[in-house]
């Protein structure tokens, strides 16, 4: 009796050491979180401004704290898109043909030829 719970017990460890073997392999790596170090500083500035801005309408609610949040969301909104569109630029400026680049023109262009696929609403 007692050789076999030894046996199932052992048995049992490198099942469950086996199961946890194929999980890990199994299992994708974390990918890292986005950080907001990359953020221009004048973004992490404007995006302080707006969050405080709100508070103080949503304590208030005040019109014109109200137009000022607004305002201040709208500067934040065109900022970013212009930072976007700049890096897109960037991004397309640098795009060869060529071997070298693993010809990412071709891969650019063929990524946008895709119909974009329409997800409809629920």
Same mark, same amino acid.
């Given at each position: 009796?007692?050789? $076999?719970? *030894?046996?199932? *017990? #052992? !048995?049992? %460890?490198?099942?469950? #050491?086996?199961?946890?073997?194929?999980? $890990?392999?199994? #299992?994708?790596?974390? %990918?890292?979180?986005?950080?907001?170090?990359?953020?221009?500083?004048?973004? =992490?500035?404007?995006? %302080?401004? =707006?969050?405080?801005?709100?508070?103080?309408?949503? /304590?208030?609610?005040?019109?014109?704290? =109200?137009?000022?949040? @607004?305002?201040?969301? =709208? &500067?934040?909104?065109?900022? !970013?898109?212009t930072i976007h569109n700049s890096s897109v630029q960037q991004y397309l400026t @640098?795009? #060869?043909? *060529?071997? &070298? *680049? @693993?010809?990412?023109?071709? /891969?650019?262009?063929? /990524?946008?030829?895709?119909?974009?696929?329409?997800?409809?609403?629920?």
């Open positions: 009796m007692l050789k $076999w719970k *030894t046996w199932s *017990t #052992t !048995l049992l %460890r490198s099942d469950l #050491t086996a199961i946890q073997q194929a999980a $890990w392999q199994a #299992t994708l790596p974390l %990918r890292e979180q986005h950080s907001h170090q990359d953020c221009p500083e004048l973004v =992490k500035r404007k995006l %302080r401004q =707006k969050r405080a801005v709100w508070k103080k309408w949503h /304590k208030s609610r005040a019109p014109r704290d =109200k137009q000022i949040y @607004n305002r201040i969301a =709208k &500067e934040l909104k065109q900022l !970013l898109h @640098n795009l #060869t043909p *060529t071997a &070298e *680049t @693993n010809y990412s023109l071709w /891969k650019a262009t063929r /990524k946008l030829k895709r119909p974009q696929q329409h997800i409809p609403p629920i």
